[in-house]
């Protein structure tokens, strides 16, 4: 198939803070040299900052290195923290924790509350004006390799394709940009990222990548507002096998963003991530400050648990990965948008020498590493690199070992703790241990369906569909029987159906593009592809 051909010196894949941070801090540098860069970013969303999801309590060390005057220059903060605080919960009560008694990874004073959607649309207006491109609606489906396997490029999704595949009258073949360099900022789980990893073996010899899956909602309160305020959660609904909780961050105008994560490690094939925060907001604590309000918004998003020793080798030949899709994320203090930022300003620096000295191969773009090791984010990093794995022994046992981790800076005795990717740790129980969920009431607690109408979230029906099930025989004569068919429970966007003499039905137009399904699925039979445009519409979350 014939297919156009765009050639650029630099293609960032993804428009979240990672990418476009590198692309900005890529495009001041070429300038400081008087060097000619022709720097191109893509993003799947059809508007920048659809597709970006995040509480988001951000800590301003990031953006305030990439933009000293940012305050000035028009960044948007909802609120700053005013008051932090951490709750313990049981079934009926709950037990403040604040002032001293508050653990460090909680204290907020002096970070912000922002939207990681408005946040990318402002960083993508400060690199048009930098002179780079940034096209929305172009998703990159493949990776381009040479002839000795570096990396050339991507091409991006076939658009007009049916369901079958066949190329219907409006059908426009997905054009191949070359670069001499590809950053891939793809975000967390990237399609593009996996089959690199994959490809390159860059996992080998570190820690597998664990997951967490996070359900976020924006409420307008029936009351006076908290703006401001960051509570965060443990405990109920939470057993000792499950690592997680909630939060509570007070936006401007009596709204407030809630949102409940679990790691992905539980072990429990019938968990169901949707039905855990439903859950939560029963509890009095959340239901005497929400009921009477109104569900505005709805997200699902997988973030990258496993901390520095379940980082890939972020460097090769005409590639660098940065932000979510390299594990950029402090998993003790649940934020990442500092980390990702500061992964595309190193990822730039990299770039910037490599493009004029050794060029792109893996020689060329080591230095990143070396960049990355002696940063403010390796250093934040270091200090945690154990902390996740303890969980993995039960919460009691992972508490210990992170109150210790904190005390000595991370170091633990026998170094690298090691860890069970997430799929690898489910039981073989048929899915017995389902728990009941909770009652649908419409004004706390919403099916998954009345959930993902709030997120936004639009398919083409008459495409193919992009969550490819490789060995669909494996999920009626095994998943069935030894896992109770998973998929029906993790989803948090009822794309996946099982009925008894039918089997599975996937409903693609559901996808919210949280990636939770890629990463659970106990045969790692599933695979996320890009659509050919669509997905959830995200906007103030």
């Avoid at 990893?197 to 899956?213: F, H, S, T, Y």
């Avoid at 890939?312 to 594990?327: Q, S």
């Avoid at 241990?433 to 936004?456: I, M, Q, W």
Wanted: charged share 20%.
């Amino acid at each position: 198939m014939e297919r156009e051909v765009l050639e650029v010196d630099v293609l960032v894949v993804g428009a979240g803070p990672a990418g476009l941070a590198c692309a900005i801090d890529l495009a001041r540098r070429a300038k400081a040299r008087e060097q000619q860069l022709s720097i191109l970013v893509l993003d799947k969303a059809e508007e920048i900052g659809k597709h970006q999801l995040s509480g988001a309590v951000m800590d301003p060390h990031g953006i305030l290195e990439l933009f000293p005057q940012a305050r000035a220059q028009g960044f948007p903060i909802q609120a700053e923290v005013g008051d932090d605080a951490l709750y313990w919960l049981t079934e009926k009560s709950q037990r403040k924790l604040s002032g001293l008694l508050l653990p460090p990874p909680f204290k907020n004073h002096g970070n912000w509350i922002v939207s990681a959607a408005e946040v990318v649309q402002w960083l993508a207006a400060r690199a048009e004006e930098a002179g780079v491109e940034v096209y929305a609606g172009f998703a990159a489906a493949g990776m381009i390799y040479d002839e000795s396997g570096a990396v050339t490029g991507v091409r991006t999704v076939d658009q007009g394709r049916d369901k079958n595949g066949a190329e219907k009258p409006n059908f426009q073949p997905g054009m191949e940009i070359r670069a001499r360099l590809t950053v891939l900022a793809e975000g967390t789980r990237g399609s593009l990222t996996k089959q690199l990893i994959a490809k390159k073996k860059l996992q080998e010899g570190r820690n597998p990548q664990i997951w967490g899956v996070g359900v976020k909602e924006i409420w307008e309160l029936p009351g006076a507002g908290i703006t401001g305020t960051v509570w965060h959660t443990g405990g109920w609904p939470l057993g000792k096998s499950e690592y997680g909780g909630g939060w509570i961050y007070g936006l401007p105008e009596r709204r407030v963003s809630i949102g409940f994560v679990v790691g992905m490690d539980h072990g429990n094939p019938a968990f169901d991530y949707h039905a855990s925060m439903q859950e939560w907001k029963t509890h009095p604590f959340l239901a005497n400050l929400l009921r009477g309000g109104k569900l505005l918004r709805y997200g699902a998003k997988t973030v990258p648990e496993g901390g520095l020793h379940s980082m890939p080798r972020l460097w090769g030949d005409g590639f660098l990965i940065v932000g979510d899709a390299a594990g950029f994320m402090n998993a003790a203090r649940l934020k990442g948008l500092h980390l990702a930022l500061k992964s595309g300003m190193l990822a730039a620096e990299a770039a910037a020498g490599a493009l004029t000295g050794e060029g792109c191969s893996t020689e060329g773009l080591a230095r990143y590493e070396a960049l990355f090791e002696a940063s403010w984010a390796h250093d934040e990093l270091w200090k945690v690199r154990n902390f996740r794995q303890g969980f993995q022994k039960g919460f009691l046992t992972g508490s210990f070992f992170a109150g210790l981790g904190v005390m000595t800076g991370g170091r633990l005795p026998g170094g690298r703790k090691p860890m069970e990717s997430d799929h690898h740790r489910y039981a073989k129980d048929g899915g017995e241990n389902a728990r009941a969920k909770p009652r649908v009431d419409n004004e706390l607690v919403f099916d998954k369906l009345t959930s993902v109408y709030h997120s936004g979230t639009v398919h083409e029906e008459d495409q193919p569909c992009h969550l490819v099930v490789l060995e669909p025989d494996i999920c009626t004569s095994r998943c069935t029987r030894e896992y109770g068919n998973p998929c029906q429970h993790f989803c948090p966007a009822a794309v996946y159906e099982w009925e008894d003499g039918k089997g599975l039905t996937i409903n693609a137009s559901n996808c919210v593009h949280c990636k939770t399904c890629d990463i659970a699925d106990p045969y790692q039979i599933i695979n996320w592809e890009v659509p050919e445009g669509g997905g959830p519409a995200y906007s103030g979350l």
